[in-house]
């Protein structure tokens, strides 16, 4: 066999004419001629000279031109003697003889293949196979792809048509070639394709004809149809390429592969289309290399221009960010071409919103400014309020590419709008939620988490109680064990978009791809997606699911729906238990993935799991997590018993650490523990979850309930306290204690279990548990525990000198580093900076090995005194990386203008706080809020910088001041908390005026010291008063406006009363705040004259009459003067003067604005209809002068009423308008006229709401109030639109007051059609708000306004609420005597709302109550403390349509405390009724309150075991879902039971006090026995709230110590505070008609006066509001009180206090 004769001698003459290269040209050409002449020389001496000849020339070089040669001269001097040429040749390849052969088998096999025996070589094919000791058969069919393609690409057709018939005989079939074709296909056709480039591509063009010839297919016939058909291979094939170039391989595949595909492209045309995620993903790896970018532009110019523009327009986002990404490392040549491709591009496409919002920014380069501003132009045209929603959407549903475009347009929008702009504002929740979504969701992919932290920076640490942040948890639970083809379809499409996808686009190496591409194949198989099934008519869901997908996905998975991919993967075979002998956490999980896989029973279950088995193997972790405690879960369900104890004994071996001593690093131990958390959690989550599904198999349920019982609690505690799930770690510690407890009194827990409580509770969202928790400590507390109690009770000095103490008996080797960073964090938090940097210097000393860490802490400290040398030295020593030390570089390169090594600092710093918050956003936004506050003071450290260089260039402070307003107004979002303010303040400081750039000149002073006015207020309001005092000194000599205000309120707090007031009197031109100050401590003073008081109020007014705050407290000092419980009736002449002036001060300050309108506007309307029904009375004033001065006197109220209204906001009375509504039966003729005009304006501003108001008056008997009704909605019918609010509404009135009335025979269903009642077919489309509680009552503004104007409904815009669409089909009724019927409205939003309708039943009083309590919510959610705990009130509509009928909104998942008590002692064999007979018999005859006592405890509550605590388990079985709705249902009952007593809210039953089942939520029904009615029961409500034994258990092991104790005294304080506006509303409510003592006073009109009996409720009221006790002593009492059991026992037995 002469190698000469090979046609590859004829190719390389080719490539020698072709380079361009004339080095490397004469190079080839050497080695060809040195190749040739040893060749022909045929002797082995002369070719072993001529191979060292070739060595010293090297063949690095050839790129791999010379192998084939090689390798047929290896083999042909293989069985001479020696061997002295093929090893030669083999050693030049740096390989062993065999290896070399058999990687180069497929230029040695067609030779051999084609030889005949008659060959000088004898059978060559024999020996070939011998030599690998196969068969020949099995080598060929192994080889076949290099067989066919050889004999293809051959130009010698006797050497082909001899190959093809040496196969026929080693096959013995005529037809193995196409047999073998139709084996290998695929690869013949992707391999021919990359040589469509070669010299020889005409060849291979040919050889591809021939293919398609014999292939007969009749859709591929041409070119373009097989080159489109295989094109994933070929892309593959490329993918081959881009890894050999990327690792300098010496030889590549497919040298020309680029060529090829260029051509390919040019073949296939717009056929392209079925695969552009692939491409472009090949495109982003090839742009990746060094010195490709130019090549990598050629192939993203012709696949633009091969696109359809349709297509182009569906992907121009990707498309535009993958050209950006090679544009910086080009030449400008093709600099100047890519920008004209992109603006070509884009001007071609319809940038719908969607579009425009995947267009990644343009960088600001010349070359690309077109297509920047033709972008920038399309964005303006879309709001920004589509684009954060439209962003929102999408980023939690889209691929990664897609979504780091999305964040990354946020971004863009955030920074050009701001944080302040209102629609961000309106979106804060929404943007929170889905970007700390993203931030642990993509937590392998940088890019996006850094963006998302970017946005985090720029909205900053708003206070958490302003936000509804949902925590998404997007993890899939299939809850049928893999039963429901829907559901493991859905977990597919999880896995897919959530996993494989991002990895996919992500992936750069070609064994990478092809595994992703490989499991996805198999997975879409396994989901049943399919070419038909997606795209034909055969299964409409498969179909839906798949339009689901986003567009991106559903194109990169299009092409895998037909591909074949194949992997051969050996794995080890191993058996349990694995931890032990794991050498690491990546072998223990791959181990038990691969176990667990083969464990499966079910066939169908185990394609599922195996197609993700390689994956797992190559170190996606991510995924192998996501899928462990499915596979597991599905195990536990169907496994067999030992395969269950397997899983039991592994996770053992976890929680046991066995084998910890030997191998187990503690990263190990901790991650192995989190995996064990995360199956509990999984199996937790599952049980919750098919809890809700109706007809669910319990015995499942009990089955996994059984597996969890097996795993210690103790051990569980231990493991999730050191995984950082701290409820998971209460949750098991509380169920420990409970079991193992023989005495549950909290006195007698053993001091290793406070401890534990102790350490659980200091990482977890109860500020409260901790202080309880230490205040049932029985022994000396030790030095740790001591700190930890400081330092939650902001004793910082006290903590510090106790780390001092700690620190100062450490030594270097043994030390504690946790004691180092509680030090400083305390001298942080107290302020004193000098002493934190001295103390840094002297632990140097004692600790050298932790001198970076300690320089940490001496940069900090250096930036905040100030010391710019010290830190500016720091920056050149050792110092971690910390966040703080970081902050501090930034600051130091910024004053020294190395902005680049400064902007490192902050990325640093960012990546730091990036890696804390990716676990802390799995818990809560407050979990996140100290990394988030951190990202803001990176975002401003930025911001400062970029806007003094805006300054230096417009040479003025404007953007300078501009930021520091803007800065002003993001503080009053932010938490109110002292050190995360303090933190800003003194940050911003240094940033605006301790940072100023070189080139700069101080012309003016730029601090006018308003910062530091902003720092004294916050730090005097929280105490620190040194503080306070140095910054109000700072804003003194910079001479800054009215700090003199400040310095008078540091004077007050500080006891020095007298020096607060010489010093607001000493100023000369005092403002408006200055004089109000100065009257408010004058009158606290005392010992002023009524009249000197006034005159200060007065001369405040007069400084500003725009102020509502000065018209406020003139009326408030009016009101002083006023008795509180004396009526307008009862008053003299001069007291009714003083009442007007209360009553036109206070419609003034209405005028003004809204801060205090929960005292001005109850007052109001409490004087003023008062002064309305004393008119009446005026003309029996017998003194002519006094009769004229009380007329004067109303006419003077009523005229200033009228000039105020049109400045009056309407939502200021809409808040009062069921009020003010059942004043319309007021005698006074001008207080019904102005009040008529009063409602129609808020009727008028919202009609679609206020209706639901108007409604009940019009069934009146009053006359007045049904004519004055009458008459405001006749003046608005001329108006169209309201004339069919009205018509609507009354239409609804109408039909639903038949469904009221409408008595139904009960057979055996409850369920009655709505077709029966008459006109309810004609409800639909009305334009009417649906009326839940939302709907009926308005929010105010977040700041006053005197902007009165109004277009659109109160709280937000219109669209907030849905209309009423169309109403339920059917209506279900209730089982009591007067058949309540609930049904469901279905609104504009496409949501079901459902109502229960009531006849027989007075709803306005309950009404009220939800009004009343709407407002206690209101002041919650105003003060600090009670935001800081989420305090609220769980209010619903109730809506009265009449005197006695009317709506209740129905909610969802409430079960009484009864119902869900009985169900749990069902479970334990005891029977509600049985125990409920028992207790009422045992009681009744009863008579004194000892004996009632002694039976209750030791008779009745033995046989009342308490379980409520067991529902919140079972309800809510996911560890952090249980502790978060066990906090909501603490603190809803704790507030309720507050205002409930205030209130004197009695009739509270097991059945009136209902929980969520979804949030845990107490909710409250039947709240209409207000006043303390229940004491006049025949047995009387002797308690202030239910406590009973039930509802302590729920609240865990600490009881009403901690969470419910605090609640209840901060609701009590919050009550105290607001004490007068709270008794000026229970006033306005005393007079309204339909309470309770309006009738009484009816009936007893000889002994009592309306107005006696409202005093009187108001008086006490007041009592119980403040006694004259502490605030904790008073709770005590209630507590004691209420969970008495001496009381408990004497109360009614159907109240039901065993309950």
């Not at 040749?89 to 088998?105: E, G, H, T, V, W």
């Not at 600099?335 to 004209?340: L, W």
């Not at 999730?720 to 799930?725: E, P, Y």
Request: proline share 4%.
């Amino acid at each position: 066999m002469d190698i000469c004769e090979n046609t590859q001698t004829a190719s390389l003459q080719l490539i020698i004419q072709d380079t361009s290269d004339k080095s490397k040209g004469w190079y080839i050409k050497t080695l060809s001629m040195l190749l040739s002449d040893a060749e022909r020389a045929n002797k082995c001496n002369v070719l072993i000279d001529a191979l060292d000849d070739i060595e010293f020339l090297g063949i690095d070089k050839t790129e791999g031109l010379f192998d084939e040669n090689f390798a047929l001269i290896a083999w042909k001097y293989l069985h001479t003697e020696p061997v002295l040429v093929s090893d030669k040749i083999a050693s030049m390849y740096q390989m062993d003889l065999p290896d070399f052969l058999r990687a180069y088998l497929k230029y040695i096999l067609p030779h051999a293949v084609a030889s005949t025996p008659t060959d000088t070589n004898n059978n060559l094919l024999d020996q070939l196979a011998q030599y690998f000791e196969t068969s020949p058969r099995d080598m060929c069919d192994k080889n076949a792809h290099y067989l066919l393609e050889y004999y293809l690409m051959s130009k010698d057709n006797e050497f082909t048509k001899r190959g093809y018939e040496q196969l026929q005989l080693v096959f013995e079939s005529n037809n193995v070639i196409l047999e073998l074709l139709a084996a290998n296909r695929t690869k013949i056709t992707s391999s021919l394709a990359m040589r469509l480039a070669d010299p020889d591509g005409e060849q291979a063009q040919a050889a591809l004809v021939q293919v398609i010839k014999w292939m007969d297919l009749s859709d591929i016939t041409t070119l373009a149809d097989i080159l489109s058909h295989y094109f994933l291979a070929i892309l593959a094939r490329v993918s081959t390429f881009i890894t050999e170039k990327r690792e300098k391989q010496r030889t590549l595949t497919h040298p020309h592969a680029l060529q090829a595909l260029d051509k390919v492209f040019r073949l296939i045309g717009k056929d392209v289309q079925a695969h552009i995620q692939q491409t472009m993903a090949i495109f982003q790896a090839l742009g990746e290399l060094p010195l490709m970018q130019e090549e990598a532009y050629k192939l993203w110019k012709r696949f633009i221009d091969a696109l359809p523009q349709d297509k182009l327009t569906t992907f121009i986002g990707p498309i535009v960010r993958g050209i950006l990404g090679i544009f910086i490392r080009c030449n400008d040549m093709v600099k100047k071409e890519i920008g004209d491709l992109l603006e070509e591009s884009l001007l071609g496409c319809d940038l719908t919103m969607d579009r425009l919002l995947e267009l990644p920014s343009i960088p600001p380069f010349p070359e690309l400014k077109n297509a920047s501003i033709f972008i920038e132009k399309k964005r303006d045209e879309i709001s920004i309020e589509q684009s954060i929603y439209a962003i929102c959407q999408r980023a939690r549903n889209d691929d990664a590419l897609n979504t780091l475009t999305l964040v990354e347009e946020m971004h863009r929008i955030l920074l050009k709008n701001g944080p302040l702009h209102p629609v961000v504002i309106r979106h804060h929740s929404m943007l929170y939620t889905v970007l700390l979504y993203l931030s642990r969701k993509t937590g392998d992919l940088q890019s996006i988490r850094d963006v998302a932290a970017e946005c985090l920076g720029i909205l900053g640490a708003t206070d958490p109680s302003r936000l509804r942040v949902e925590m998404i948890d997007d993890h899939v639970v299939v809850l049928h064990n893999f039963t429901n083809i829907a559901e493991n379809r859905e977990l597919v499409c999880n896995l897919i978009t959530k996993h494989l996808i991002p990895a996919f686009q992500a992936a750069n190496k070609e064994d990478t791809q092809l595994y992703l591409q490989y499991a996805m194949q198999k997975l879409l198989k396994y989901a049943g997606f399919n070419r038909n099934t997606v795209i034909g008519n055969e299964d409409i869901e498969i179909q839906g699911r798949w339009k689901q997908l986003p567009l991106t996905v559903q194109k990169t998975l299009l092409p895998l729906l037909e591909s074949s991919f194949s992997l051969n993967m050996t794995l080890q075979k191993t058996k349990y238990p694995i931890y032990p002998n794991a050498d690491g956490y990546d072998t223990w999980i791959k181990r038990w993935y691969y176990l667990l896989t083969k464990t499966v029973s079910s066939t169908v279950v185990d394609q599922l799991f195996a197609a993700c088995t390689p994956l797992v193997q190559l170190d996606f972790f991510a995924l192998a997590l996501d899928l462990l405690p499915s596979i597991i879960l599905h195990v536990v369900l169907s496994g067999t018993q030992e395969a269950r104890d397997n899983i039991i004994n592994e996770m053992l071996c976890v929680l046991n650490m066995d084998g910890s001593s030997r191998t187990h690093t503690e990263k190990f131990q901790r991650d192995s523990l989190r995996v064990v958390v995360l199956i509990t959690e999984h199996c937790r989550k599952w049980m919750r979850k098919t809890q809700r599904l109706e007809g669910f198999s319990q015995s499942q349920i009990t089955i996994v309930r059984d597996f969890l019982v097996q795993i210690p609690n103790d051990k569980m505690a231990i493991a999730s306290f050191r995984s950082k799930a701290y409820p998971q770690a209460l949750m098991h510690l509380e169920q420990h204690i409970k079991a193992t407890a023989t005495n549950r009194e909290l006195s007698h827990f053993t001091s290793e279990t406070l401890d534990s409580l102790r350490q659980i509770y200091a990482h977890i969202d109860d500020p409260d548990g901790v202080v309880a928790v230490f205040s049932l400590f029985q022994r000396t507390l030790n030095m740790g525990e001591e700190i930890l109690q400081y330092e939650h009770m902001g004793e910082w000095e006290s903590a510090s000198i106790l780390y001092r103490e700690a620190l100062d008996k450490q030594d270097e080797e043994n030390l504690d580093t946790s004691l180092l960073s509680g030090y400083f964090n305390c001298l942080r938090s107290s302020g004193n900076n000098d002493f934190m940097n001295m103390e840094a210097n002297r632990l140097i000393k004692k600790f050298p090995k932790l001198i970076s860490r300690l320089n940490a802490y001496r940069a900090e400290a250096s930036w905040k005194l100030e010391d710019w040398d010290t830190l500016e030295t720091l920056t050149n020593q050792p110092m971690e990386r910390s966040f703080e030390a970081c902050l501090a570089t930034s600051i130091a390169h910024f004053r020294q203008g190395k902005n680049l090594a400064a902007f490192v600092a902050i990325e640093n710093a960012k990546n730091e706080l990036v890696d804390h918050l990716l676990s802390t956003s799995r818990d809560s936004y407050q979990q996140s809020y100290d990394h988030i506050l951190g990202l803001q003071m990176l975002q401003e450290v930025k911001q400062s910088r970029f806007i003094w260089e805006d300054a230096k260039d417009e040479k003025s402070f404007q953007p300078v001041k501009d930021l520091q307003e803007q800065w002003e107004k993001q503080v009053a979002l932010t938490s109110p908390n002292y050190p995360v303010q303090k933190k800003l303040l003194e940050l911003r400081q240094t940033l605006l005026f301790k940072m100023i750039p070189k080139g700069i000149s101080l012309l003016a002073t730029v601090d006018d010291g308003s910062l530091w006015l902003t720092t004294a207020k916050a730090a005097r309001k929280h105490g620190d008063m040194s503080t306070a005092l140095e910054a109000i000194l700072k804003a003194e000599a910079l001479g800054t406006p009215f700090v003199y205000v400040e310095r008078a309120k540091w004077y007050w707090k500080n006891n020095e009363k007298v020096k607060a007031i010489q010093c607001l009197q000493d100023q000369p031109n005092p403002n408006a705040k200055a004089l109000l100050l100065y009257a408010k401590y004058t009158e606290m003073l005392g010992n002023v004259e009524r009249t000197h008081l006034l005159k200060l109020y007065r001369d405040v007014q007069k400084a500003d009459p725009e102020w509502e705050k000065a018209m406020y407290y003139v009326g408030q000092f009016y009101d002083k003067n006023l008795a509180a419980d004396k009526p307008v009736q009862r008053m003299t002449g001069r007291q009714m003067k003083i009442a007007s002036c209360v009553v036109t001060s206070y419609i003034r300050a209405l005028a003004l604005g809204s801060k205090y309108i929960y005292y001005t506007m109850p007052r109001f309307l409490t004087l003023w209809m008062e002064f309305g029904d004393a008119a009446n009375n005026f003309a029996d004033i017998k003194d002519t002068q006094t009769r004229n001065e009380a007329y004067e006197l109303i006419q003077h109220i009523n005229k200033t009423i009228r000039q105020c209204l049109d400045r009056i906001h309407p939502h200021h009375f809409a808040i009062v308008l069921p009020q003010l509504v059942s004043r319309l039966s007021h005698s006074n003729q001008e207080v019904g006229n102005l009040l008529i005009k009063i409602i129609g304006r808020v009727f008028a501003a919202y009609p679609r709401s206020t209706i639901w108001a108007l409604l009940p008056p019009l069934e009146s008997l009053n006359q007045k109030m049904n004519s004055r009704t009458k008459h405001i909605m006749s003046t608005h019918q001329t108006d169209p639109v309201l004339a069919t609010i009205i018509r609507d509404a009354q239409s609804f009135v109408r039909v639903f007051k038949l469904l009221a009335k409408q008595k139904n025979t009960f057979d055996k269903s409850l369920i009655f059609r709505t077709d029966k009642i008459p006109g309810i077919s004609s409800l639909s489309n009305l334009q009417i708000y649906v009326p839940s509680q939302r709907a009926l009552i308005p929010e105010l503004p977040e700041v006053s306004s005197t902007n009165n104007s109004t277009n659109e409904p109160y709280s937000s815009s219109s669209t907030d609420f849905p209309l009423i669409q169309s109403i339920g089909s059917t209506y279900e009724v209730m089982r009591s005597l007067q058949q309540p019927k609930k049904i469901s409205l279905y609104g504009s939003d496409g949501k079901k709302y459902t109502f229960l309708v009531k006849q027989n039943d007075d709803l306005r009083k309950d009404a009220r109550m939800m009004e009343f309590n709407h407002m206690i919510s209101s002041f919650l959610k105003r003060d600090a403390k009670a935001r800081e705990r989420d305090l609220y009130i769980r209010t619903y509509g109730i809506i009265p349509l009449g005197e006695n009928w009317g709506l209740i909104e129905w909610i969802n998942n409430l079960s009484p405390l009864k119902a869900i008590v009985a169900q749990e002692w069902a479970m334990i064999n005891i029977e509600m009724k049985k125990v409920t007979a028992f207790a009422r018999i045992t009681l009744e005859n009863v008579k004194t309150a000892d004996e009632k006592e002694k039976i209750f405890i030791n008779e009745i509550l033995p046989k009342c075991p308490a379980v409520f605590s067991r529902w919140f388990m079972e309800t809510f079985p996911e560890p952090s879902q249980w502790f978060a709705s066990r906090s909501r249902y603490i603190r809803t009952l704790a507030v309720m039971s507050i205002v409930g007593y205030i209130l004197g809210l009695g009739d509270r039953h097991a059945e009136n006090i209902l929980f969520d089942q979804t949030t845990g939520d107490c909710v409250h029904v039947d709240v209409n026995m207000l006043f303390e009615r229940g004491l006049a029961l025949s047995v009387p409500e002797i308690v202030p709230f239910r406590l009973t034994k039930n509802l302590i258990d729920a609240m865990g092991v600490l009881g009403v110590e901690g969470m419910f104790r605090k609640t209840c005294e901060v609701t009590l304080d919050i009550m105290r505070r607001n004490k007068i506006q709270l008794l000026s509303v229970f006033q306005t409510l005393a007079h309204d008609p339909i309470t309770e003592w309006q009738r009484k006073a009816y009936a007893e009109q000889a002994k009592n006066t309306v107005e006696e009996l409202a005093q009187n409720q108001v008086r006490k009221i007041g009592m119980k509001i403040d006694s004259g006790k502490s605030i904790q002593e008073e709770v005590t009492g209630l507590i004691s009180q209420a969970s008495s059991n001496r009381n408990l026992a004497q109360m009614f037995s159907g109240w039901a206090a065993f309950i």
